[in-house]
């Protein structure tokens, strides 16, 4: 009877014990993930001004006031804008950066170093840093070019450029972070694969084409998928580079999504306004996921 009691006991205590390993991340998921969330639903149905004011309900009207906001409408098409652009060359030149670092290259430890470290900036330093670079006035780009004779460039001032260069500055900063994933992949796939490829005849791009691309299907959507919705949350980035700027044709050129909602809740005051648009982007995020995860479904990805 006792040694029953102590089976009992020992089978409890597996089933028990990993639940208070995960105790402390569950409460740190509750306490700022999930408690934040049911908060900002709640405020999106109200008018609150931020802190000092009291939420007063008015149901649904911030939404019904969000289909007549065309700044609101801009910065969320330039948001996909942004995705739709930068998304297939972060993609593509991660997975380039690592085809080519998986192969047996001379110092290609130190290669792969230098290619990821920009990841380990911050957004913060990465804007502040390129806008030092390109900025009109005391710019390096444009002093580098009376250095050597030729004419400044309107650069930040140009929406073209400053737009182009969002794209090209987070490819910059986040290909290296994607570039991990491809390589840790493209080392998993069998050595034998290639073998036998090669006594069939296939060339170089007959065996990306019907082995490694392939072979890629779960981390190309997890980069795919973990890309656009950091390219969505885009902030510090523009903030310190282009601060939304600049403006042209009635409207600010880069002023992203999550930038506007911040400037409404912080700059506006419209903390209940801004709870709404950030409903609202979520559902836009988990409308790019649901989407995605479809189409891999469907094409055997998962």
């Given at each position: 009877?006792?040694?029953?009691?102590?089976?009992?006991?020992?089978?409890?205590?597996?089933?028990?014990?990993?639940?208070?390993?995960?105790?402390?991340?569950?409460?740190?998921?509750?306490?700022?993930?999930?408690?934040?969330?049911?908060?900002?639903?709640?405020?999106?149905?109200?008018?609150?001004?931020?802190?000092?004011?009291?939420?007063?309900?008015?149901?649904?009207?911030?939404?019904?006031?969000?289909?007549?906001?065309?700044?609101?409408?801009?910065?969320?098409?330039?948001?996909?804008?942004?995705?739709?652009?930068?998304?297939?060359?972060?993609?593509?030149?991660?997975?380039?950066?690592?085809?080519?670092?998986?192969?047996?290259?001379?110092?290609?430890?130190?290669?792969?170093?230098?290619?990821?470290?920009?990841?380990?900036?911050?957004?913060?330093?990465?804007?502040?840093?390129?806008?030092?670079?390109?900025?009109?006035?005391?710019?390096?780009?444009?002093?580098?070019?009376?250095?050597?004779?030729?004419?400044?460039?309107?650069?930040?001032?140009?929406?073209?450029?400053?737009?182009?260069?969002?794209?090209?500055?987070?490819?910059?900063?986040?290909?290296?972070?994607?570039?991990?994933?491809?390589?840790?992949?493209?080392?998993?796939?069998?050595?034998?694969?290639?073998?036998?490829?090669?006594?069939?005849?296939?060339?170089?791009?007959?065996?990306?084409?019907?082995?490694?691309?392939?072979?890629?299907?779960?981390?190309?959507?997890?980069?795919?998928?973990?890309?656009?919705?950091?390219?969505?949350?885009?902030?510090?980035?523009?903030?310190?580079?282009?601060?939304?700027?600049?403006?042209?044709?009635?409207?600010?050129?880069?002023?992203?999504?999550v930038r506007y909602i911040y400037e409404t809740a912080f700059a506006f005051r419209q903390v209940g306004m801004a709870s709404a648009m950030s409903v609202v982007m979520i559902?836009?995020?988990?409308?790019?996921?649901?989407?995605?995860?479809?189409?891999?479904?469907?094409?055997?990805?998962?």
């Open positions: 009877m006792a040694k029953q009691q102590t089976y009992k006991w020992y089978i409890m205590k597996q089933k028990i014990v990993p639940y208070f390993f995960l105790l402390p991340n569950m409460l740190i998921f509750l306490i700022f993930i999930i408690t934040p969330a049911i908060m900002g639903v709640y405020f999106s149905l109200t008018r609150f001004r931020g802190l000092g004011d009291t939420p007063q309900y008015v149901g649904l009207a911030n939404y019904i006031e969000l289909f007549s906001n065309f700044e609101l409408f801009q910065a969320i098409w330039n948001t996909i804008l942004l995705v739709a652009a930068t998304l297939p060359i972060v993609f593509w030149f991660a997975l380039l950066l690592a085809i080519v670092l998986v192969q047996p290259l001379r110092a290609r430890g130190v290669v792969r170093a230098i290619y990821y470290w920009p990841v380990m900036i911050s957004f913060i330093v990465v804007g502040l840093m390129w806008r030092w670079i390109l900025r009109d006035s005391m710019g390096f780009l444009n002093g580098f070019l009376e250095t050597i004779g030729l004419n400044r460039i309107e650069t930040l001032l140009n929406p073209r450029f400053a737009w182009w260069s969002v794209v090209f500055i987070f490819t910059w900063s986040r290909a290296g972070y994607y570039m991990i994933m491809f390589m840790a992949a493209l080392l998993s796939i069998p050595v034998s694969l290639y073998e036998a490829a090669e006594m069939d005849g296939a060339n170089k791009l007959q065996k990306f084409m019907y082995i490694t691309y392939p072979s890629l299907r779960p981390v190309r959507l997890m980069v795919f998928i973990l890309a656009g919705m950091e390219i969505f949350k885009i902030y510090p980035l523009v903030e310190t580079f282009t601060s939304g700027g600049p403006f042209a044709n009635n409207t600010y050129t880069t002023q992203f999504a559902i836009i995020v988990m409308a790019f996921t649901g989407v995605n995860l479809y189409l891999a479904k469907r094409s055997g990805a998962i």
